[in-house]
């Protein structure tokens, strides 16, 4: 991945934090290729079936936008997407009892070093907003989002098509962003 493209994403996401819509859509469309590309390989490196691809890029997504107000603007956006890709893939692996994972040490040197913010104070505030969304909307985003299940797990608890399960999470985080814009301004 060039520099350039990072900068671009960076800058992007910059003015994403800031209420640009607009922005945040550019960067998503453009990320997306590229964090599907790293999740295709880890899973192939840990031996995750390539049908599970999808369900951690789409975990991935959920935690950007989640977790975007975490990221250090300062610093490059590459490696903190990297590190949620890997992130989602090692959960996926545990979530389906795939025993002990080894993760070279490479794979984390970037995150060596940074601080950490308060999990339990990010949880509480993902809940607080998930709780003021509708069902199946709130379902579907505690499920994926806060407790780690997969599309197709949900889909398959709620007797939904994947595709459905897909459209309320992306219309239910839409929902989460303007929720969370109106209480930070």
Not at 172 to 179: Q, S, V
Request: proline share 4%.
């Amino acid at each position: 991945m060039s520099e350039a493209r990072s900068e671009e994403w960076s800058q992007w996401m910059r003015r994403a934090i800031d209420g640009d819509e607009a922005a945040y859509l550019a960067f998503l469309r453009s990320v997306t290729p590229h964090l599907r590309a790293i999740a295709r390989n880890r899973c192939r490196a840990w031996g995750i079936p390539p049908s599970d691809v999808e369900d951690v890029v789409q975990d991935v997504l959920v935690t950007v936008h989640l977790k975007r107000g975490t990221w250090d603007p300062t610093r490059p956006i590459a490696p903190w997407l990297a590190t949620i890709v890997r992130n989602r893939a090692v959960d996926l692996q545990r979530r389906r009892g795939g025993g002990r994972l080894t993760v070279p040490i490479e794979d984390v040197l970037e995150t060596l070093g940074t601080e950490r913010d308060d999990d339990a104070d990010d949880r509480a505030d993902a809940e607080r907003l998930v709780d003021r969304l509708k069902d199946p909307a709130r379902d579907i985003v505690r499920s994926i989002s806060l407790d780690g299940a997969g599309v197709r797990e949900t889909a398959t608890r709620l007797k939904m098509t994947e595709g459905a399960v897909r459209v309320a999470l992306h219309r239910a985080l839409k929902t989460l962003a303007t929720y969370y814009r109106s209480e930070t301004t």
